[in-house]
């Protein structure tokens, strides 16, 4: 294997396709790469092709690179998945071909909590019924049923990100913030720790759940919880479509137990644009309904390009993947003018590091930096060293029998 060298002149191709918001570009520019754009999703011949030349693949959730597309990328250093899910990448083999995948896990955050601070609004009053009343013709001008959200009591379930963003604005419109979480969170402001949803569920009118889709949250809020729950008091779910059983909610809708609802996700949603979307809740009053766009905005879209630019220029500038989703997270400081920066993936067996460390010493080259960290396949470690002048000792680090990448960085 010949290592792959990079030095200040060396300008790596990045191809990003699905329209990546423009602000990475200028991002990537700084840190030396070329940039090509492709409009559309990349799959067939445009994907192999892009696989073949690009030393980086920017994409978003619609790109499917599967095993054999990373198995045919030999220069493939990094993959970008401008969006919040990385489940249309083969992570798994990925990670043993040595290339670290990055995304933005929480980029879309205000988004997901300004959209549901808006409906917790727009359910005390009715707003969508009434909206949907003057579409038809209908006008009905009235104060019952109509309430202001200040005073009320407001119960996060899942506190993390959005969450807590969602508790500091609820409680600047003068919402009384409760809280529960399996984790131990830090409330913010005057919010107030519930330990048992139940509690939680019994004291609050409006519920908003922000919890991730795992065996705990599948169907948490089912006819038990719902019944829990004050009469006529509001539910919101942006979180996963598993969380809430539509079903018993459409139940209690009907039933007055819930006075309205609002949910931004489902367990069943169309793949594609124009495709026919059915649920319990279709046709009830107080319910509003949106196609997965909580998180969905251009400011959103900015913030990701932002952040999965930067990723991939710290990784190619510094080798850093402490926050790729994928891979052994390794990162040092910058490296020190002069000094070589050997960036070097290999199986995690017992004794490579110590090899290493041998070859490097046999030929008197020092070791100024080093950071190591493993998965159970996998080891990453960077190390900085004095230059190295025998182009025979980058080689037989390339070429021990464990090494699946490696990379050289010359400052
Ligand atoms: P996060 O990971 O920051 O927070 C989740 C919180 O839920 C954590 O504090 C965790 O301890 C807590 N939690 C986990 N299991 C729990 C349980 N059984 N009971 C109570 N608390 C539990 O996640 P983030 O970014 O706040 O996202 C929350 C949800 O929002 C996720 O499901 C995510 O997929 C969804 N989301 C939806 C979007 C949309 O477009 N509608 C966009 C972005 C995120």
């Not at 190295?388 to 990379?407: F, K, S, W, Y």
């Given at each position: 294997?010949?290592?792959?060298?990079?030095?200040?002149?060396?300008?790596?191709?990045?191809?990003?396709?699905?329209?990546?918001?423009?602000?990475?570009?200028?991002?990537?520019?700084?840190?030396?790469?070329?940039?090509?754009?492709?409009?559309?999703?990349?799959?067939?011949?445009?994907?192999?092709?892009?696989?073949?030349?690009?030393?980086?693949?920017?994409?978003?959730?619609?790109?499917?690179?599967?095993?054999?597309?990373?198995?045919?990328?030999?220069?493939?250093?990094?993959?970008?998945?401008?969006?919040?899910?990385?489940?249309?990448?083969?992570?798994?083999?990925?990670?043993?071909?040595?290339?670290?995948?990055?995304?933005?896990?929480?980029?879309?955050t205000r988004s997901v909590a300004e959209l549901t601070i808006a409906e917790i609004v727009?359910?005390?009053?009715?707003?969508?019924?009434?909206?949907?009343?003057?579409?038809?013709?209908?006008?009905?001008?009235?104060?019952?049923?109509?309430?202001?959200v200040?005073?009320?009591?407001v119960g996060i379930v899942g506190y993390g990100h959005i969450g807590s963003q969602v508790s500091v604005l609820a409680e600047a419109m003068?919402m009384?913030v409760l809280f529960h979480d399996?984790?131990?969170k830090?409330?913010l402001g005057?919010a107030?720790?519930?330990?048992?949803?139940?509690?939680?569920?019994?004291?609050s009118?409006v519920v908003t759940l922000h919890v991730?889709?795992?065996?705990?949250?599948?169907?948490?809020?089912?006819?038990?919880?719902?019944?829990?729950?004050?009469?006529?008091?509001?539910?919101i779910n942006n979180a996963?479509?598993?969380?809430?059983?539509?079903?018993?909610?459409?139940?209690?809708?009907?039933?007055?137990?819930?006075?309205?609802?609002a949910?931004?996700?489902?367990?069943?949603?169309?793949?594609?644009?124009?495709?026919?979307?059915?649920?319990?809740?279709?046709?009830?009053?107080?319910?509003?309904?949106?196609?997965?766009?909580g998180?969905?905005?251009?400011?959103?879209?900015?913030?990701?390009?932002?952040?999965?630019?930067?990723?991939?220029?710290?990784?190619?500038?510094?080798?850093?993947?402490?926050?790729?989703?994928?891979?052994?997270?390794?990162?040092?400081?910058?490296?020190?003018?002069?000094?070589?920066?050997?960036?070097?993936?290999?199986?995690?067996?017992?004794?490579?590091?110590?090899?290493?460390?041998?070859?490097?010493?046999?030929?008197?080259?020092?070791?100024?930096?080093?950071?190591?960290?493993?998965?159970?396949?996998?080891?990453?470690?960077?190390?900085?060293?004095?230059?190295?002048?025998?182009?025979?000792?980058?080689?037989?680090?390339?070429?021990?029998?464990?090494?699946?990448?490696?990379?050289?960085?010359?400052?």
């Amino acid at each position: 294997m010949t290592p792959h060298t990079q030095d200040k002149q060396s300008a790596p191709l990045a191809i990003l396709a699905e329209n990546v918001h423009t602000v990475a570009d200028a991002v990537l520019h700084e840190a030396g790469f070329t940039i090509e754009r492709i409009g559309g999703a990349l799959e067939g011949e445009p994907l192999r092709s892009a696989l073949q030349r690009a030393q980086f693949i920017g994409i978003r959730s619609k790109s499917q690179i599967r095993r054999l597309s990373i198995e045919e990328a030999p220069g493939l250093l990094a993959i970008g998945c401008f969006c919040i899910g990385t489940n249309q990448v083969d992570l798994d083999t990925a990670e043993h071909r040595g290339v670290p995948v990055f995304n933005a896990p929480f980029a879309n955050t205000r988004s997901v909590a300004e959209l549901t601070i808006a409906e917790i609004v727009c359910l005390f009053r009715r707003t969508f019924d009434q909206s949907s009343g003057l579409h038809r013709g209908e006008w009905d001008k009235s104060a019952e049923g109509s309430h202001e959200v200040r005073g009320r009591t407001v119960g996060i379930v899942g506190y993390g990100h959005i969450g807590s963003q969602v508790s500091v604005l609820a409680e600047a419109m003068g919402m009384r913030v409760l809280f529960h979480d399996i984790a131990r969170k830090l409330p913010l402001g005057n919010a107030h720790f519930r330990a048992k949803l139940d509690e939680l569920l019994h004291e609050s009118d409006v519920v908003t759940l922000h919890v991730p889709s795992t065996p705990l949250t599948d169907g948490m809020i089912g006819a038990k919880q719902l019944a829990r729950m004050k009469r006529g008091s509001h539910l919101i779910n942006n979180a996963r479509g598993s969380v809430v059983q539509y079903a018993a909610a459409a139940d209690a809708l009907r039933s007055g137990q819930l006075g309205g609802l609002a949910a931004d996700v489902f367990p069943e949603e169309p793949l594609r644009n124009g495709e026919r979307f059915e649920s319990p809740l279709q046709g009830l009053t107080n319910v509003i309904l949106t196609p997965h766009v909580g998180g969905s905005t251009e400011e959103a879209q900015e913030a990701i390009a932002l952040e999965v630019a930067e990723k991939l220029s710290r990784f190619w500038r510094d080798g850093s993947t402490s926050s790729a989703v994928n891979f052994p997270g390794v990162d040092l400081p910058h490296q020190r003018v002069g000094e070589l920066r050997i960036m070097h993936v290999h199986r995690n067996v017992p004794g490579v590091l110590g090899r290493m460390h041998t070859l490097l010493a046999s030929r008197n080259v020092n070791i100024s930096a080093e950071f190591l960290q493993s998965t159970r396949d996998v080891s990453y470690v960077i190390l900085d060293t004095e230059p190295v002048q025998d182009p025979a000792v980058l080689r037989a680090l390339a070429e021990m029998p464990e090494t699946i990448r490696m990379r050289v960085a010359r400052s």
